[in-house]
């Protein structure tokens, strides 16, 4: 459980985890290439309602993180029974959270959608969608802790048998009940939700029955310390609710920018949603590298080996950025080639290629800001990554209130967004 910043620790570390992140981004994108063919109205609401839900998904992610990184710790001062009690406190947190989260969204979502959506038919279609989605939730945060617990005790290979159990379902179920195939009802835009449902049903599963499967119970006493303890709460959630504001910020200026996208045109959002997917896919690298950082931060600091936490980062920042470069050739080079890919609508292709080719630069800046972020959160300063994010936040929406919103700028300016925001999170972490 004690790392070295080595360039093979490193991508040891993140190739698993890049293949956890890449399988469910290629369920994401069947996904809306299926419903791509039904037609943009299912495109647009599947992908409103995925944003809302990356929303909850990000908060769930902020507590995880928050663990991670207190897991982390205890692995780099060979503490097994203080991480067994984080990691069986970290559950009842999950739980309850994803209760919560659920009880807000059908409270939320109708006053959300409702206030800002102009369409009537896209807003019915987009609450509906999201009532059946959000059953996901508990699912998906107790598959969040896991993976924590996974990337934090070096076994980051094992995510890559849940992830890929759970979206070979989902994928076949997409197929299945969006189209009616072989006997299954047909059941449209609402097929795709039960698939995605049923997915993360499959990883969860798979991820704890690992946990048992390899004896981990034995060594990491998760089931004698699974009770609530609220003095490990407090200080649990008081590491994690700096990221779980960050990421309430952070991905409601995403809604934000959808919403006002939205405003535009059916067109400009449907595109929208398949450029989404595009950073999606490109972008697994960099996630992967950044969880890296993260946990290797806290691990190296819990060793007592902080002297060598900024040659670590050099070494992922350089990583990193080579990765992102080659993927934005093909970018600048081939967006036609992406674009249809997901739709033969010619609309939606042409209007996609000059915001791919905007993103192309985007993900370059994004590919060392993310890894430097990440850095600062597995020192566990978190409460300064909060005060980075609000103010990037800020700025990214101020531009899309006046690009976007005001100006009704072509698309590709909308998207230029990703730059001014990566940019000054560059600048000031």
Known sequence: MQLTATNRQILSLAAPISLS???????????????????????????????????????????????????????????????????????????????????LSYWLSPVLFGYSLH???????????????????????????????????????????????????????????????????????????????????????VMYALFFFKGLHLKYRFLKFLRFDVKLSLKTLRVSSPLIIQYVFSIGG??????????????????????????????????????TCNSMTSNLIGQGRTNEVLGLVGKIIRISLTYTLCISIFLFFLPHTFMSAYSSNSDVVNMGIVSLRMLSFSVLVMSVATICFNAVIGTGKTTTNLIIEVSCVCIYIVYISIVVERWKAPLHWAWASEFVYWGFLLLTA
């Open 21 to 103: 992140l890449l399988i469910p981004q290629i369920s994401f994108m069947a996904n809306a290439i299926f419903l791509g063919k039904l037609g943009n109205m299912e495109l647009v609401v599947n992908g409103l309602t995925s944003i809302f839900y990356l929303l909850l998904t990000y908060i769930g992610f902020g507590l995880s993180n928050g663990i991670m990184t207190m897991l982390s710790r205890r692995a780099g001062e060979k503490d097994n029974i203080g991480l067994s009690k984080t990691l069986a406190n970290g559950w009842f947190l999950s739980l309850f959270m994803s209760i919560a989260l659920m009880l």
């Open 119 to 205: 369409d009537q038919s896209v807003l019915h279609n987009t609450i509906d969608f999201l009532y059946l989605r959000i059953w996901g939730l508990p699912f998906l945060l107790l598959t969040q802790l896991i993976n924590a617990f996974y990337i934090a005790t070096n076994r980051s290979r094992l995510l890559i048998w849940g992830a890929l159990s759970a979206n070979i379902v989902c994928i076949l179920l997409d197929y299945l009940l969006i189209f009616g195939k072989f006997g299954f009802p047909n059941l449209g835009l609402k097929g795709a939700a039960v698939a995605s449902i049923a997915g993360e049903a499959i990883f969860c599963l």
């Open 254 to 291: 995403w809604q934000i920018f959808y919403i006002y996208v939205e405003h535009l045109g059916v067109t400009e959002l449907a595109t929208s949603h398949i450029l989404r997917s595009v950073l999606g896919i490109v972008s697994i690298g960099t996630w992967a590298l950044a969880s």
